[in-house]
């Protein structure tokens, strides 16, 4: 099971954001101040998800944050935890933000970097080919090109 919680206070979105390096969208990091400041622009969105399964909960495993407008959202950060890998949470994550905000295109800020190889295996796996730097998904892309999703997938407050 996959939980989702859209919190924008909850410390361990910066936690991760600062310290994940293989499944990370861009690299980017932040200080509290600025993490403050990002969070305070209009439309951001903080996606937390949380798995557990028949041996117990992960916790909180990735972030993805970002603005949504009408039928798109874009993705400024993205990180999971290594721990996380192999259970199609990426998937799943990807499948809650279009069905969340009925988006047609989500984009991508993205940054190749030598440790994020997991993450450039899943893009290329959705779209094609590794991206070199911001790209967009279109919602068919997504669902046609997608493994399917077989966690439950829960929203939390």
Same mark, same amino acid.
């Given at each position: 099971?996959?939980?989702?919680? /859209? %919190?924008?206070?909850?410390?361990?979105?910066? &936690?991760?954001?600062?310290?994940?390096?293989?499944?990370?969208l861009n690299g #980017? @990091?932040?200080?509290e101040s600025s993490?403050?400041?990002?969070?305070?622009?209009?439309?951001?969105?903080?996606?937390?998800?949380?798995?557990e399964d028949k041996?117990?909960?992960?916790?909180?495993?990735?972030?993805? /944050? %970002?603005?949504?407008?009408?039928?798109?959202? &874009?993705?400024?950060?993205?990180?999971?935890?290594?721990?996380?890998?192999? #259970? @199609?949470?990426?998937?799943?994550?990807?499948?809650?933000?279009?069905?969340?905000?009925?988006?047609?295109?989500?984009?991508?800020?993205?940054?190749?970097?030598?440790?994020?190889?997991?993450?450039?295996?899943?893009?290329?796996?959705?779209?094609?080919?590794?991206?070199?730097?911001?790209?967009?998904?279109?919602?068919?892309?997504?669902?046609?090109?997608?493994?399917?999703?077989?966690?439950?997938?829960?929203?939390?407050?």
């Amino acid at each position: 099971m996959v939980s989702f919680s /859209t %919190g924008t206070s909850d410390s361990r979105a910066l &936690e991760l954001i600062n310290k994940t390096n293989q499944f990370n969208l861009n690299g #980017r @990091r932040h200080t509290e101040s600025s993490w403050g400041q990002y969070l305070s622009g209009g439309n951001t969105f903080v996606l937390i998800a949380s798995y557990e399964d028949k041996f117990g909960p992960l916790g909180k495993i990735a972030v993805v /944050t %970002g603005r949504a407008t009408r039928d798109v959202f &874009e993705v400024d950060h993205w990180v999971m935890s290594c721990r996380a890998f192999s #259970r @199609r949470i990426e998937h799943a994550c990807l499948l809650y933000l279009f069905q969340k905000y009925e988006a047609k295109e989500a984009i991508m800020h993205f940054s190749p970097s030598p440790r994020n190889g997991p993450l450039q295996n899943f893009f290329a796996e959705i779209v094609g080919t590794v991206p070199q730097s911001t790209f967009s998904i279109s919602r068919k892309q997504f669902f046609d090109n997608s493994s399917p999703v077989y966690l439950e997938i829960r929203e939390t407050r």
